[in-house]
T-cell receptor, first 111, second 116 residues
């Protein structure tokens, strides 16, 4: 199971673009990269998932370089409500219950 | 379509008592996962169940903990003879299971267990 490394915390301001980078040097060929968001006292919520290159949805973009040893979650024009913990996870698509959840990145958005 | 439901949201028990945590998956989901989360830490996988079957319980402590997902009714995580170290947030997640493009898990609001 691939472990991930991401910054413990980040600060930004409303309206800015925020990029959170995650390292996963031992990612395997079959592994997907998934990001979840967790607000205090709530369960995590799926944000985005990708395998390579770039994935975009209505919430975020995920950039994955060719070697797939890292990935970057991009949140455009953040607001105060984006303050949360963001988890980067790597694992098999069909057995992601075995994912290793690190401490995540605590993102604080300031006015 | 209601999301994953967990109850109770908060549970207080004294050492030695039993704790029962319930999880109702999203409609149409047949796969349930239980996780434990300590403050300022990530989630730790405990057990993965399908209807009437335990698929993987490798994350569950060998003693005092058990889980079930009966044919009818919610999934139950049971902790017998609770100790202070069991105090944590317990999250349940569900997914549609096999044959989907990706196995996104949908999480409930969690049950916060406090052992006095």
């Amino acid at each position: 199971l691939a472990k991930t490394t991401q910054p413990i915390s980040m600060d930004s301001y409303e309206g800015q673009e925020v990029n959170i980078t995650c390292s996963h040097n031992n990612i395997a060929t079959n592994d997907y990269i998934t990001w979840y968001q967790q607000f205090p006292s709530q369960g995590p919520r799926f944000i985005i998932q990708g395998y390579k290159t770039k994935v975009t949805n209505e919430v975020a973009s995920l950039f994955i370089p060719a070697d797939r040893k890292s990935s970057t979650l991009s949140l455009p024009r953040v607001s105060l409500s984006d303050t949360a913990v963001y988890y980067c996870l790597v694992g098999f698509m069909d057995s992601n219950y075995q994912l290793i959840w690190g401490a995540g990145t605590k993102l604080i958005i300031k006015p | 379509n209601a999301g994953v439901m967990q109850n109770p949201r908060h549970l207080v028990r004294r050492r030695g008592q039993e704790a029962r945590l319930r999880c109702s998956p999203m409609k149409g989901h047949s796969h349930v996962y239980w996780y434990r989360q300590l403050p300022e830490e990530g989630l730790k996988f405990m057990v993965y169940l399908q209807k009437e079957n335990i698929i993987d319980e490798s994350g569950m402590p060998k003693e005092r903990f058990s889980a079930e997902f009966p044919k009818e009714g919610p999934s139950i995580l049971r902790i017998q003879q609770v100790v202070r170290g069991d105090s944590a947030a317990y999250f349940c997640a569900s997914s549609p299971g096999q044959g989907v493009d990706y196995n996104e898990q949908f999480f409930g609001p969690g049950t916060r267990l406090t052992v006095l």
